[in-house]
């Protein structure tokens, strides 16, 4: 092919502004108003691609979306995008694309000797040559193949490009705004609805700019013109163009991909690349269109063979002929038409080949009168020419039989336009209904029944002729509107005709060599259909995944109904019989970045702070991740590590005093007459009992017995409560709690609300943990009588009011101080600064792990959804005498079976550490449990650990192996009592 | 609580983004916020004594609110209520006024974190995030709805065509902000001095 400019026309293009471009490295110029693929053909650009599998050279093929062959990396760089369609590519300054799939170049391509062994490479040849040669020689050869085919290549490097999302609400949602589209969203504006008009192409009107004829007086391009600015102009109308809306979902929920600045080097100030859309529409009017298709003949892949319709919008909307010397090869109107609309624009038409044996009427005159020889009757059977097509080789074809006849004839051409008829864009409806069904006399595939809001109009439709397409958009958009349809407004079509039926020519018979290529993007051939057929693989849905037909970026856009025919005539069957696939979604790729949106890096999910979240890291905190929660881990001094920062934190805990953030504790709020009741229902222990001012230690279970949750209750009233959870559970534990008030137990008077962002929190804990607090705490008595153990009381810390809560994690004398969430950092900052004098230190997760490990108390790495309270020693916390929650269950013999894992303590007896996770191993190899926690204990100066082990108490004493596989690992434990200090809880009681 | 001991997340007299007209956001400081609820067979009860504490008619249903001299009232669910009010002794004279026989009062006076957003695309960078019809005519002043925005749970109360509030949790305002600020930029954005509910 060796394309150029044409003198005059381009209806898109602005011929005063030139633009500088850059193709695999050489420098070319175009038009504002160009696409890439416009741009290249004008310059007489004739590869753009080579193909998956054997790299073939490609030249255009189309000259829309439906591009099987020009896909190129766009842009260098991090944000550059493989496989995207040069034809969907606005020019714009400064852009630069490189072809893919090739070395070293577009031009010499190594790896086209794939195509010399093409014939090893048939359909199924993975599974053929890699079936039963095992895992290691697949893994040794995959590396091979997959740089020998494939397209573009995605980059490791971090997109620096910005890509939003949103969501857009819509009585009518148009999807295409060609001339069905747009009558559609005048008559559903008409009726004062909001509409939103949606096309994937950067201007609207569809094939309107290639039309002739005349709508309203109008030539058919002004009457587009005159139509998008009209819908620009009405305020409830939104014509979003640059987007395609590539998946259609339940409850009328489509998804959307707009390429914001996809036309622009570098996006504006703050301006996305893509945004992604979610649409959620009342009513949706498919006005999709359809695309041309393409016959399948020997040799077809040939650089220079494109789709008239392609061919005839490359002259009509950039004034770019396909070719010096162009011929066309069709099965219906549409070819004979694109003849004489490209030589009205000045293009050199030299021959019509068409299957049929007449033409429609008046074309065969008009083609005459234009010099175009017509060959009718006639196939188009071998191309000539390997990287530019030089010419074609014509039979006369017999319909009735299927079959070539006469001789051959040679036609000197650098292009070929193809029409086989058109094929509705039926993704969309097909997501979202029944399976398309074919129609004989389109030859064509058409909506099936809609499972979702929509109606279907124009090409997509079947209604292929423009005032057909101006009718029934209309009258879908009054539909989807709920209005009355008014014939007698519509416009008036002079001069433009639709496509006849088209001869069902599918695939011309081969007159000799060369391959017959029915999907170009994934090197799918004729033959591959029919050896697929022959292995047994006849069902659509095997034939597409056994030869990868429909399978590529495209989704077998101008691939899957000549497939379809090809392996109907192979079954003997009609093409219907044969059916369809599915669609799914996408229709389109859709870029990764578009889907995340901003949801990416340190964005992807928010972060929980408490008050003194700035605090912690102003004085050496080192955080960590609990839950969405970043909370303190350590507070390093210099020189320091991990272990010697926690072991110093956690003894100064036992020597003196610490104070540790927790903020973070779930806390709800539990009021009303049936409080105490309900919480005893809760809970296995009786919190009903709990006098006003106390607090109690608590656990939950699951319905099936297993522990769920612990914390305390504070009994604030007669009727009123506050009840603490793990970090963790704290959502669990308030939608636990809603569900049994709502559908359980509806009759019980009681509210329960979150309060976790109420509450600050500051434990202070540690011998001194009194002697503070009384320095700083006013209007509370702290003597051991006035609040004992469990004990709640009011005070005042300056003006902030706190309540104080006598509860240790710790094991230590210790007081939970809390106050109101924007005085959190206030208290905390004024017992920071009153314990100093007293030794105190703030302490992290990881001093708090080691102190309550030493005290054997339990978390959620023991409470991990396969223990009873039992298991870990809690037993005593189930009460016998009322109902509860898990308490039916608690009991089943499972449950009830001595061997089960019990809590136990570890201790290294060689100084080792002993990582959570390691396997608690006999002699022989055998599990007997897990780590579930562990810490060097400054208390008992060695590692020490918290296990579950099966018969647990009874190997106390026992000595076993700590098996750690991942670092190859064993540590030699020592079986102990899980409580390793201060077992009689005496520090607590004083 | 005096002022500065709050947390200053949304910093006054930035000005960020395409056009920092665009769009304005301040701090919405109301002096008391508390959840009231009523127990199934009270909540006419509980519903007129709001009305009347308040000072304000009853919304329509749930998912609306009414304002006046100084105090919303929302009605969040079904028994389901939140005071927002400008006088810092709302929430003690409703605990007062709401007996345990009608229904419980909880103060989340600290719990929530409000911010003001105004300006044309108010709409436009709340449904960023927001999966509900936010137009004039589907999303009315008046109106509320409880959502996700970037896994936040907020109430979003909308005052007129191009204001908002939207209230989050405290331990997630400066996620929040950050989400807001970042969605803001393609619009752009300046930050107001801090304000209560007018």
Known sequence: ?????????????????????????????????????????????????????????????????????????????????????????????????????????????????????????????????????????????????????????????????????????????????????????????????????????????????????????????????????????????????????????????????????????????????????????????????????????????????????AGLAYAARYGVAAGRRVAVFANNDSGARAAIALSDLGVNVSALIDARASLGEGLTGALSARGVMVWSGSAVTATKGRRALKSVIVSGYDADRGALVGGRETIACDALLVSGGWTPTVHLASQAGGPPVFDETLQAFLPGEPREDWIACGNVAGELDLASCIEGGTRAGAEAAGAVFREDALPKVHGVCGPETPLPVWEVPAAGKGKVFVDLQNDVTAEDVRLSEREGFRSVEHLKRYTTLGMAADQGKTSNVNGLAILARARGQSIREVGSTRFRPPYQPVPIGAIAGREAGAHLMPVRRTPMHDWHLSHGGEMMEAGLWMRPQIYRREGETLEEAYVREARNVRENVGIVDVSTLGKIDVQGPDAAKFLDLIYTNAIGKVKVGKARYGLMLREDGILFDDGTAWRLGENHYLVTTTTAGAAAVLAHMEYYLSAIWPELKVHVASVSDQWAGTAVAGPKARDLLQTIVADCDLSHDALPQMGIADGRIGEIEVKIARLSFSGELAYEVYSGWNEGLAVWTALHEAGLPFGLMPYGMEAMGTLRIEKGHVTHAEMDGRTTAADLGLGGLAAKKKPYIGSAMQDRPALADPDREAMVGLVSKDGEPIPAGSHLVTDDGRSLGHVTAFAFSPMKETYIALALLKQGRERIGDTLEAAFPLKNKSITVAVADPCFYDKDGSRLNV | MSDTDMPRLLEPGKRDGRDPNALSFREARPASICEVASWPDRLEAVANELSKSCGVNLPKGPGGFTAGGGKRLCWLAFGRFLVISEDATTTAALKERISTDDGSVVDLGHARYGVRIEGEKAAAVLNKAVAIDLDIAAFPAGALAQAPIHHIPVLIMRLDDARFDVFAPSSLAQAFVDWLEDAAQEFGYHIGAPGGLS
């Open chain 1, 1 to 309: 092919m060796s394309g150029y400019r044409l003198g005059k026309g381009g209806l898109l293009i602005d011929r005063e502004k030139e633009i500088a471009f850059c193709f695999d490295g050489t420098m070319h110029e175009g038009y504002a108003g160009d696409t890439l693929a416009s741009a290249l053909l004008a310059s007489g650009q004739t590869l753009f691609g080579r193909s998956f599998k054997y790299h073939r050279p490609r030249g255009l093929y189309s000259a829309g979306p439906e591009e099987p062959n020009a896909l190129l990396e766009l842009r260098p760089g991090p944000n550059q995008v493989p496989n995207t369609r040069a034809t969907m590519v606005e020019l714009h300054e400064g852009l630069e694309a490189n072809s893919q799939n090739r070395f070293p170049s577009l031009g010499f391509d190594l790896m086209a000797v794939n195509d010399r062994f093409s014939r090893f490479l048939s359909a199924g040849f993975y599974y053929k040559t890699f079936m039963g040669t095992g895992q290691p020689v697949w893994h040794f050869f995959e590396h091979f193949i997959r740089r020998a085919a494939g397209l573009g290549r995605a980059r490791h490097d971090a997109d620096p490009d910005r890509y939003e999302k949103t969501n857009a609400f819509t009585d009518v949602l148009i999807v295409g705004a060609g001339p069905a589209g747009l009558m559609a969203a005048k008559a559903a504006a008409d009726a004062g609805k909001r509409v939103l008009v949606v096309d994937e192409n950067a201007q609207a009107g569809g094939r309107l700019w290639d039309e002739g004829g005349e709508v309203d007086g109008l030539p058919t391009h002004e009457w587009a013109r005159a139509a998008i600015a009209d819908l620009e102009a009405r305020g409830n109308v939104t014509l979003l163009l640059r987007t395609c809306v590539y998946g259609y979902y339940d409850d009328n929920i489509l998804g959307a991909s707009e390429r914001v600045s996809e036309h622009k080097k570098t996006p504006g100030a703050f301006e996305p690349r893509h945004r992604h859309w979610t649409i959620h529409a009342k009513k949706v009017v498919l006005a999709t269109g359809a695309i041309e298709r393409p016959i399948a003949f020997a040799g077809n892949d040939a650089p220079g063979v494109m789709l008239a319709s």
